[in-house]
């Protein structure tokens, strides 16, 4: 036949076995930090792009069963194939692994890949309107003008050729997509044609391709884009659930000594301690003040990011790095010394309106509140670099100062900076986060709080206006509200706060540093 990897032009067949759902990503695993997020493995490359924000991924690697590593590359890599959704299993005999863009077979009668017929093979397996109806994809279509012609006769063949590819004649943008040489390899024969609208699309035995005429609905208007084939084969059950599940990176530590840094020795109250620890594989914890602390991964370095509450005493403070794994029960012993604190006090005079506000029922209920966003940890990372300031302006007053308000000698401390600035001047995004809070408080008043990940907040309080929503993603430097003078305040500024697992931490070392490196 034509082509020497265009296999089963029009096949069926029905594999149940191959339709069960796949584990999603972060089911439990032996951990190992990752260097990046793809690196050199024995015999090829692991990849985590798509293991669904964990350090959870797939290997595309050359042995003696199969040489998909080389074959990869070979096709383009990444920018012609994406990333592996996948990992190898066998389909119609063959072993196969799954792209985002095109699914490869190996073939050893050739000692080479083939291309597989992603299309016919859903059609086959009787997904058709699944895709028609949530990919919009057009259903195949079988041509009248291949009736009686057998593909395995070549001059039969190239009659066939040209009746799939006269399907896009009237098509010029499709057309000259078919005009290279490589278009049997990558798409196979056009299918079906079909104009949804804002958009057309063409479905091939392998691929969809699309032009949009509507701009502002994900590609550009004009051009030709290619739909990610094989994840809508992995997301309709084509891909086994061993194969699809994302695996830990098969990493050999080579016998690499463990070894445990901490970023400093001795750390003020309102601080934090930064451990890295590399040379271990399992998931880290730490037992810290009544926390139960995860480690995460920052550059190539399991990292525990341990808050030092204003009220600890000084002296020495051992940690325990709990490990999960083999053998029960490990730990990696370390510690620090917390200095003594130095925070000065101040007696504040509310007025009438603001008495209320100092009532320990609105107090409790407020702190209950805080806690209950403080308390959740998202996995994904979300910060870069260092926190900015908010707003332009001079400190007003700092971190951990211990304040007496009166009427009553209500006793309390400032968990954070005040910064000085005219009503109605932007208070922006320290860093990138999403929103997960922003309402009105009795104390705080309107208030925003955005998650960087990890136990890692900031909030923003007193404003006059909120510019965002719960629940939306906000970029550092982006306007987040106005700064005010709502809630126990005695004058236009903003309160800006860093907690981390809910401990509130001095935020000059946030802005004047990156506190986490990598």
Not at 37 to 56: H, I, K, M, Q, R
Not at 139 to 158: N, T
Not at 247 to 253: F, K, N, S, T, Y
């Amino acid at each position: 036949m034509p082509g020497t990897r265009l296999r089963s032009l029009l096949g069926a067949l029905v594999i149940a076995g191959l339709l069960a759902g796949f584990m999603p990503p972060g089911a439990a695993h032996a951990r190992i930090c990752l260097p990046s997020p793809n690196f050199a493995v024995a015999g090829g490359w692991f990849f985590s792009e798509t293991g669904g924000d964990t350090d959870l991924g797939y290997v595309v690697r050359d042995d003696a069963q199969a040489r998909f590593w080389e074959a990869f590359q070979a096709e383009g890599g990444v920018a012609a194939l994406g990333y592996p959704v996948s990992g190898r299993f066998q389909f119609r005999g063959f072993t196969t692994q799954a792209f985002q863009k095109a699914i490869l077979q190996w073939d050893p009668a050739r000692d080479g890949i083939n291309y597989f017929n992603t299309l016919d093979e859903l059609q086959a397996l009787g997904f058709d309107e699944f895709l028609f109806s949530f990919r919009q994809i057009p259903l195949h279509a079988a041509l009248p003008a291949d009736a009686g012609l057998d593909p395995r006769i070549p001059a039969e063949f190239e009659l066939i050729e040209q009746n799939h590819l006269a399907l896009l004649d009237p098509y010029p943008l499709f057309r000259e997509v078919f005009a290279g040489s490589d278009w049997r390899d990558l798409y196979g024969l056009p299918i079906s044609f079909q104009d949804f609208g804002p958009f057309q699309t063409v479905r091939t035995q392998r691929q969809v391709l699309q032009v949009f005429t509507v701009a502002g609905l994900g590609g550009a208007v004009g051009t030709v884009s290619v739909a990610n084939s094989g994840d809508i084969a992995k997301e309709a059950g084509l891909v086994p659930a061993a194969a699809a599940t994302p695996i830990a990176a098969p990493i050999d530590l080579g016998g690499a000594p463990e070894s445990v840094a901490l970023d400093a020795l001795d750390v003020a109250p309102g601080g934090q301690v930064l451990i890295r620890v590399t040379g271990v594989s399992g998931a880290l914890t730490v037992a810290y003040a009544g926390l139960t602390i995860p480690g995460f991964c920052v550059a190539g370095a399991d990292t525990l990011l341990i808050p030092v509450d204003r009220t600890t005493p000084p002296g020495p403070v051992p940690v325990a790095i709990a490990v999960a794994g083999e053998p029960p029960g490990r730990v990696l012993n370390t510690g620090f010394t917390v200095l003594p604190s130095g925070f000065d006090s101040t007696v504040i005079q509310l007025p009438d309106n603001l008495v209320s506000t100092l009532d320990p029922a609105t107090i409790a209920a407020e702190n209950a509140t805080l806690a209950a966003v403080f308390a959740n940890v998202s996995a994904r990372r979300i910060w870069q670099r260092r926190f900015l300031w908010p707003v332009v302006g001079a400190v007003s007053a700092t971190f951990g100062q211990d304040r007496t308000y009166q009427p009553g000698s209500v006793v309390g401390f400032h968990s954070g900076l005040d910064i000085a600035a005219p009503t109605g001047a932007a208070v922006n995004a320290a860093q990138n986060g999403v929103v997960v809070f922003a309402e009105f408080l009795p104390i705080h008043g309107n208030t925003v709080i955005l998650d960087h990940g990890w136990g890692i907040f900031s909030a923003y309080s007193h404003l006059l206006a909120i510019e965002v929503a719960t629940g939306g993603t906000v970029f550092a430097g982006q306007t987040i509200g106005l700064v005010g003078n709502t809630g126990r305040s005695v004058g236009p500024h903003l309160h800006f706060e860093i907690r981390v697992h809910n401990v509130p931490l001095d935020p000059l070392p946030w802005i004047d540093t990156d506190v986490l490196g990598g």
